[in-house]
């Protein structure tokens, strides 16, 4: 595994559901977003990949929701790259409450490469995140 990335967030009102806590779909744009800075704070860019006809894309989702977030929260999301297998990577993700760090959502996201032809790959460029100081 890899060096711990982080990301701060706060909850907003539109996020809550009628219980008045963050609704479960909202954590997969939390994790995403995450992610996304990760992935641009070593250098990739989605856009540039798209354009080279690479496609990161998600093919699994694990999720242990531990306790919920409310309305006005302040909370981070950390990434932590690792290697799955030859044709996928993951991400261990954890979202915690600032206040307390007290965790509320542990996960592993599960990804692939598809390359021009749609076939899966785990690029060199993806692998070298393994490499990463940590």
Known sequence: MTELFSVD???RD?????????????????????????LLACGLDFAKLTREKIHLVVVRSE???KASLQSGDKFFVTVQYQSVSKLRFGFRQQVRRSADGKLMLDALITGTALNAQGKPFVPDFISALAAVAG
């Open 63 to 65: 999720m242990d929701y």
């Open 14 to 38: 539109y996020e809550c559901d009628m219980q008045g806590i963050v609704n479960n779909a909202v954590y997969f744009h939390y994790l995403e977003h995450a992610r996304h800075e990760y």
């Open 9 to 11: 967030f706060k909850v």
